[in-house]
C-alpha cells in the first residue's frame, strides 16, 4: 500500500514543468516570503494539497522530484543524486524552522547555499577528471589501433596472433593485462564517483 498523496503527486508531476532544485528552493524561498506556511509552500510547489498538514521526509521528496529533470534525480553509476540530498537538507532545514522557531526563509537561504557549493564541487569535479577519463578511453583504444596500423604497414600482425603458439600466448596475456587494466581503471573512477557522493 502506497503512503498518502504518492498517487497525487505522481499524477501532478505529470502536469508542472521541471524547474529543477535550484529553482524549487528559490520556489520554497518565495512562498514563505509571501506568507504562506511551509506546507502552503510545499502543496504549491507539487501542484496538489497533502491529505495532512505535515512534512514528511517522504512527502519533500516526492514534490522535489516531480519539479526536477531526470539527471538531478539520479547520479552517475546508479548513485543518489542532488534531489535525495536536497531533499534530507530541506527535511533537517523544515524541522529546524518548526522545532526551535528559526526564521524559515534563513533556514532554506542556508539550504540554497548548500546546495550552490555542492554544485560547484560538481562541477569542478567533472573538470580535473575531464582530461583522465579522455586519456583513459584513448589507451583503452591504443592496442586496437596498434594492430590496425602493423596492418596498414603491411606487418601482419593479426595473422601472427591468431596462428601459432607463440602468437595465442601473446594474444592471450595481452588480453589478461587489458582486462585487468580495464577493471582496475573503472575500479578508480566508480571510487572517485563513491567519494563525490557522499
Known amino acids: ?24 528552493v528559490a520556489s520554497l524561498r518565495a512562498s514563505v516570503r ?31 522530484r516531480s519539479r526536477c529533470p ?3 534525480q539520479f547520479g ?3 548513485q543518489s543524486g542532488q534531489v535525495e540530498r536536497l531533499s534530507g537538507e530541506l ?14 526563509d534563513r533556514c532554506l537561504q542556508a539550504v540554497a547555499e548548500s546546495l550552490k557549493r555542492q554544485r560547484l ?8 577528471f575531464a582530461m583522465p577519463k579522455a586519456t583513459m578511453k584513448l589507451l583503452m583504444a591504443l592496442p ?16 601472427f596472433l591468431v596462428s601459432g603458439v607463440k602468437g595465442l600466448a601473446c594474444l592471450g596475456f595481452a588480453l589478461c593485462c587489458y582486462t585487468f587494466g580495464l577493471i ?8 572517485d564517483d563513491m567519494k563525490g557522493a557522499i
Request: charge should be negative; hydrophobic fraction near 45%.
Open 1 to 24: 500500500m502506497k503512503p498518502e498523496g504518492i498517487d497525487d503527486l505522481n499524477a501532478s508531476s505529470n502536469a508542472l514543468p521541471a524547474i529543477g532544485c535550484v529553482a524549487c
Open 34 to 64: 509571501s506568507g504562506v506556511t511551509l506546507v502552503q509552500a510545499f502543496e504549491e510547489l507539487g501542484g496538489t494539497p497533502f491529505a495532512t498538514p505535515e512534512l514528511t521526509r517522504l512527502r519533500i521528496t516526492m514534490v522535489i
Open 70 to 72: 531526470r539527471k538531478e
Open 76 to 78: 552517475q553509476g546508479g
Open 91 to 104: 527535511y533537517a532545514a523544515c524541522r529546524l524552522s518548526l522545532t526551535l522557531g528559526c526564521e524559515t
Open 121 to 128: 564541487l560538481d562541477d569542478l569535479r567533472a573538470n580535473a
Open 144 to 159: 586496437l589501433l596498434t594492430v590496425l596500423l602493423g596492418e596498414g604497414m603491411g606487418v601482419h600482425s593479426l595473422v
Open 184 to 191: 582496475w581503471i573503472r575500479a578508480l573512477m566508480r571510487q
